[in-house]
Structures are given as structure tokens and as C-alpha cells.
Nanobody, 127 residues
């Protein structure tokens, strides 16, 4: 089973940037499609971004498109979320997740497709 640990969250002013990192402990990291989700207080856990095993397929939620960039480094067992032009509505706990991938190009926007989750990292954007 892969273990995921997020880092890089914090407090930032609107318009600022943060880079979240997710470190995977498993030896088969490259076998997983990866995703980022976020959950604000009192709201559902929503899709943010996803990336396939070989980075050939990438998708974003409309709310973050053009501002966030997901990437991965399979040699380092890492996935990243670069967040630019942050808005107060981006405030949430951000979760890294791993999904068993059918192909090298598989990725998913659905929470139910992800079997493994990190503990989350808090991102707070002030106005």
C-alpha cells in the first residue's frame, strides 16, 4: 500500500503562490495515477487536478484552470501542485490521492476512483 504525505501548505495573501508537494512511500509510485482534491469547511471534497502515470494526461477543475499546475517526478516519488494567483475561495485542506492506473495515460476526476489518500495540508488565502 502506498502512503502519501502532503506538505507546502500555509497562509498566503490573495494573488500569491504556493507549491504543494506529495511524497509517496511505495516502490510502485509510477503505477499510480495521481490527483489533488480539496475540501473547504462545510463543503464536499472536490476535484482539483489529476495526472496520469507518465504525465501524458492532465486535467484540472475549471475553477483552477490557468492558475494551478500539477506535475510529477516518478524518479523521486513526488507529485506537485503549483498554485498561482491564489484566491480566498482556494482556502481548503488539500489532499493528495493515488489511483491504481489501468494504463499509462489513465487519470480520473472522481474521488471514488482513488484508493489512497494523504492526510491533507491546509491552504489559507487571505483577502
Amino acid at each position: 500500500q502506498v502512503q502519501l504525505v502532503e506538505s507546502g501548505g500555509g497562509l498566503v495573501q490573495a494573488g500569491g503562490s504556493l507549491r504543494l508537494s506529495c511524497a509517496a512511500s511505495g516502490r510502485t509510485f509510477s503505477s499510480y495515477a495521481m490527483g489533488w482534491f480539496r475540501q473547504a469547511p462545510g463543503k464536499e471534497r472536490d476535484f482539483v487536478a489529476a495526472i496520469s502515470r507518465s504525465s501524458g494526461s492532465i486535467s484540472y477543475a475549471d475553477s483552477v484552470k490557468g492558475r494551478f499546475t500539477i506535475s510529477r517526478d516518478n524518479a523521486k516519488n513526488m507529485v506537485y501542485l503549483q498554485m498561482n494567483s491564489l484566491k480566498p475561495e482556494d482556502t481548503a485542506v488539500y489532499y493528495c490521492a493515488a489511483s491504481v492506473a489501468r494504463t499509462t495515460y489513465y487519470s480520473s476526476t472522481y474521488r471514488r476512483d482513488y484508493a489512497y489518500w494523504g492526510q491533507g495540508t491546509q491552504v489559507t488565502v487571505s483577502s
